[in-house]
């Protein structure tokens, strides 16, 4: 059972596109919900992240936007480039100290044409 | 560079070799964290180590076996491992309080024939 759904799995953009990604979640328990980046070979890197006290977060051309009612949130890229082709989680947390949980997507592949 | 080094890149071995994998962090981190990531499923969360105390086992099999001699640097021990072992390994480290990784390892694709 997923506990953070993400979608699509994979996207293709064109050059100067959006790319939008999205994750929906049922466990209101989440209070934290970080996206990360993957290129071919390479870990995954904290691309941005948000709490859900916020509808939105950007930074530079990634955004995030977050509906809490509706338990979704999306990850939004402007202006897409081909330098923004690779696999993007979303991921929630839960729970406090050591019972602390970090849930993982199944990841999105994106590839940006140039 | 991503701050977080892991050595071998790439290991192929036998099910009852035994090797290690190995992490180091120069980042002032105080949690590492070893991940397995397998194609079609999310990524699993295998041992944490706080401070070098591990503080979670996620039901990982005993073939797994996690070493953490200071705060730097981090040990995954293989033996006996079966063939849906073959994954990407991936070593992270984090803030002690942040549950969530900060930084990742390029990681080890280990594969087991």
């Known amino acids: 059972q997923q506990q953070v759904k993400q979608s699509p799995q994979s996207l293709i953009v064109q050059k100067g596109g959006i790319s939008i990604i999205n994750c929906a979640y049922e466990?209101?328990?989440?209070?934290?919900f970080p996206w990360y980046q993957q290129f071919p070979g390479k870990g995954p890197a904290l691309l941005i992240a948000i709490r859900p006290d916020v509808s939105e977060k950007k930074e530079g051309r990634f955004t995030i936007s977050f509906n809490k009612s509706a338990k979704q949130f999306s990850l939004h890229i402007m202006d897409s480039q081909p330098g923004d082709s690779a696999t993007y989680f979303c991921a929630a947390s839960k729970g406090a100290g050591n019972n602390r949980k970090l849930i993982w997507g199944l990841g999105t592949s994106l590839a940006v044409n140039p | 560079e991503t701050g977080v080094t892991q050595t071998p890149r790439h290991l192929v071995m036998g099910m009852t070799n035994k090797k290690s994998l190995k992490c180091e962090q120069h980042?002032?981190?105080?949690?590492m964290y070893w991940y397995k990531q397998s194609a079609k499923k999310p990524l699993e969360l295998m041992f944490v180590?706080?401070?070098?105390?591990?503080?979670e086992n996620n039901s990982v099999p005993s073939r797994f076996s996690p070493e953490c001699p200071n705060s730097s640097h981090l040990f995954l021990h293989l033996h006996t491992l079966q063939p849906e072992d073959s994954a990407l390994y991936l070593c992270a480290s984090g803030l002690l309080g942040v549950k969530e990784p900060q930084h990742f390892g390029d990681g080890t694709r280990l594969s087991i024939l």
């Open positions: 466990n209101t328990a989440f209070d934290y």
């Open positions: 180590y706080n401070f070098k105390e591990q503080t």
């Open positions: 980042l002032g981190h105080n949690a």
